[in-house]
């Protein structure tokens, strides 16, 4: 996904070699993830935030919520903003400046997901129909790059979504007041990203680092907690065929639950 | 102009609001060598679709220091002109327009033979005159066509379609009002000779089922489309043969 940390070529060759032969380098299985670590509620400032680890990809999401206005095609839905960071001190390729293609793709696919299987009860949100709403601030900060930031992005952000509380509110003559106590953010889906990359015409779950430099495409099927398909986006410079398409979905499902399972453990 | 949401979009006939069936394209219309300037354009009109593309390249790339040493750049970038939208778009790129630029160049890219000019750059314009729902797609199908217009070398023509699902229904090559009214778009770029996929997303709410079926769809709406690139290539052709003939 992010342009190049130079894997040597003997070591490109190997990644290939042995997913050809159905293994990979770092031990795993095609279709296994690497260890999920999950903390919720790291920053005390902000409405939700969550930390996730994924073997050595860290990402952390802090949610803020503040009164805004609403879209005016929507004037009784609050709004969900997601942005991301892929902040310099994650990885030598990522550099300061205004967000580039990169994170604004990844932030895309992770509120793709969000949106599309309606995870919000963005209706809820509403304070007074056109004029005042809350928006929801989705930021994803990436901390450390090993690979696999969308499927780590979107955990992150959907256990930031569940930690998220509101202040509770009252509205006197168009006036926001702030009554004492917390209510959750009204969550209605959970959302997972599944993603693959294509190495030596084989599909492997969650590329690490060195693997997305030798992939050749990149797939992400995003699943709602029914195991609909909310959200895809192929990605890289290679192709996909259909089989490999029905093949990923198959596997997406089954890994999205697996996932799910343990953030809502968690 | 004003585009009001009908009350159904498709009616108990399996007609669409445009009149058209379930997985029928709008009517395309595509022109290569459009332009004066540039080395290849191409224009489409799909339904409201109104798309220009324009390749300049291969060519030396500025600035030096991107070269890549075994192969040519591809850069592309998607646009919408101000006015063709309801609301006036404001020209400066939106982050919608960045990703685009980025998918739909990861589209073309596996068709190029990219290593035939290593150091050099490609660039390719994509400018949405009028907008009217599936314009990445028409983007792809108008891009490809450019770019073997330049006579840059390639595997196979891209053709893009999108399929989706409105009111119950899997439709295929939606409008803004049914991709805004649907329960999901499956926009999607195909290379038919080497049967690759070279584009796919989705946004909205299908099961495996339905996903595949769309899948198909699209293609077999990219099938159509990649019938008419080739015609307007020759036929660009013909034109120029009959003005050296006469």
């Known amino acids: 996904m992010m342009s190049s940390t130079i894997v040597a070529r003997v070591k490109q060759r190997q990644i290939a070699q042995l997913i050809s032969l159905g293994k990979r380098l770092d031990g795993r299985g095609l279709t296994d993830y690497r260890e999920v670590q999950l903390e919720m509620g790291v920053i005390g400032r902000a409405e939700g935030s969550a930390r996730v680890r994924l073997g050595k990809t860290e990402v952390m999401v802090g949610v803020k919520i503040e009164i805004g206005e609403p879209f005016p095609d929507v004037p009784n839905e609050g709004v969900l903003t997601v942005n991301a960071e892929l902040v310099p001190l994650a990885s030598p390729t990522f550099e300061p400046g205004p967000p580039d293609e990169n994170s604004i793709e990844l932030a895309r696919i992770v509120d793709r997901g969000i949106r599309e299987s309606k995870a919000i009860a963005l209706e809820e949100l509403c304070v007074e129909p056109g004029k005042k709403v809350f928006i929801v601030f989705v930021d994803v900060y990436v901390l450390n790059h090993d690979g696999n930031l969308i499927d780590a992005s979107a955990i992150a952000a959907l256990a930031a979504l569940l930690n998220t509380k509101m202040c509770k509110y009252e509205v006197k003559e168009g006036e926001i007041k702030i009554k004492p106590g917390f209510s959750p953010l009204p969550i209605r889906n959970y959302p997972i990203a599944v993603t693959f990359a294509k190495i030596s015409d084989k599909l492997v779950v969650d590329p690490w680092l060195d693997e997305e430099q030798v992939m050749d495409a990149r797939l992400t099927i995003t699943l709602e907690k029914d195991g609909k398909i909310c959200a895809v986006q192929k990605g890289g410079y290679g192709h996909f065929t259909t089989q490999q398409i029905s093949e990923a979905a198959k596997i997406a499902q089954e890994k999205a639950q697996e996932l799910r399972k343990h953030l809502v453990k968690s | ?246």
């Open chain 2, 1 to 246: 102009m004003l585009q009001k949401m009908p009350e159904k979009l498709i009616d108990e006939n399996n007609v669409r609001v445009d009149g058209r069936g379930l997985n029928e394209l709008r009517p395309v219309k595509i022109e290569a060598g459009v332009l004066g300037n540039a080395d290849g354009s191409a224009y489409i009109e799909q339904g409201k679709n109104k798309i220009l593309a324009a390749v300049y390249g291969p060519k030396e790339l500025h600035p030096k220091h991107l070269a890549l040493p075994d192969r040519a750049m591809l850069r592309c970038r998607y646009h919408m002109a101000p006015f063709s939208v309801q609301e006036r778009k404001s020209p400066a790129p939106s982050r919608r327009e960045m990703e685009l630029s980025k998918v739909i160049r990861e589209s073309l890219e596996p068709s190029i033979f990219l290593e035939y000019y290593p150091r050099t750059s490609i660039d390719l314009f994509i400018e949405v005159l009028q907008a009217d729902g599936g314009t990445r797609c028409a983007g792809i199908t108008v891009a490809a066509l450019a770019l073997a217009d330049a006579g840059i070398p390639m595997r196979d023509l891209v053709a893009a379609c999108a399929a989706g699902k409105v009111e119950g229904r899997l439709v295929l090559d939606l409008t803004d009002l049914e991709d805004k009214g649907g329960e999901a778009d499956v926009p999607l770029a195909w290379m038919p000779n080497l049967n690759a996929l070279t584009l796919l997303q989705m946004d909205g709410m299908l099961n495996r089922d339905e996903f595949e079926h769309a899948v198909n769809m699209a293609i077999e709406g990219c099938k159509q489309i990649y019938k008419l690139q080739k015609e307007a290539l020759k036929a660009k052709y013909v034109t120029v043969k009959e003005e050296v003939e006469e």
